[in-house]
């Protein structure tokens, strides 16, 4: 059964709603950009608590994690949609609406998921936060607009990779565990280390997130120094990514 299946069958209805008063805090970035720094996130709702007189009880954050990607493989998001139910809170805030997900029926998931415990997604910039069929339809026409965001640059990228391809240049990024000397890949001893702890600790039955944890705990953190990305976890312990002969 998978993450999203269990927390679906979970018996969290409540016989009231959650305190409106009190919010969960979800936090999504998946390129470098600052204005969508986990930081810079917490900042703007920090201030709309402030504004609102809501006291936020619990933050989830998904760093180095696409909007697009599928509910299971979104662990912040999992636990905080969990945190509402465990905190009582009657809302699941965002920064914008694009950082929920930038996937329709995601989106519309992460919504019938806090109904179901008596809870709302709120975005601290207002966007979207009404209860009538206008704010509906607009959240509606906010989460296509995302999906369509996506694609476009997927589309974009795709196009760019093309070009490079075609002009014999170097397409795609470097795998964890190597660097580039020249036009090759070659091994690199410290990453390889690392990427030798994370596969030791995945043999012993740890989960994901718990290889990632474990590498944290021993001081080994990704490239950009910030947090181990499921996604990435799952690529080094399959020995994803190998030096051409």
């Not at 917490?42 to 009880?57: F, H, S, Y």
């Not at 170097?170 to 994370?198: C, I, M």
């Not at 474990?214 to 001081?219: E, I, S």
């Amino acid at each position: 059964m998978s993450p999203t299946e269990a927390l679906a069958k979970k018996r969290t209805r409540r016989s009231s709603p959650g305190d409106p008063k009190r919010a969960v805090a979800y936090l999504r970035m998946s390129t470098e950009r600052q204005d969508l720094s986990p930081q810079a996130q917490r900042a703007v709702i920090e201030a709309w608590a402030g504004r609102e007189g809501v006291t936020v009880v619990a933050w989830h954050e998904d760093l180095g994690v696409s909007g697009g990607a599928a509910l299971e493989d979104r662990p912040g998001l999992l636990a905080a949609i969990e945190a509402v139910r465990a905190e009582g809170a009657g809302l699941l805030v965002v920064a914008r609406r694009d950082r929920l997900a930038r996937d329709v029926l995601t989106a519309a998931l992460v919504e019938r998921l806090c109904e179901r415990v008596g809870a709302r997604v709120v975005a601290s910039d207002g966007t979207g936060n009404g209860e009538g069929p206008e704010a509906a339809l607009l959240r509606t026409l906010l989460d296509a607009f995302a999906a369509y965001e996506r694609a476009l640059i997927r589309g974009r990228t795709k196009a760019a990779l093309a070009v490079k391809k075609g002009r014999g240049e170097r397409t795609g990024g470097v795998p964890y565990g190597f660097r580039v000397e020249g036009k090759r890949l070659v091994l690199d001893p410290e990453e390889q280390t690392t990427v030798a702890k994370a596969r030791g600790l995945r043999a012993e039955g740890k989960s994901l997130r718990q290889v990632a944890a474990g590498l944290v705990a021993q001081g080994r953190r990704p490239r950009n120094g910030g947090a181990w990305a499921i996604q990435t976890i799952r690529r080094v312990v399959a020995g994803e990514g190998t030096v051409p002969s």
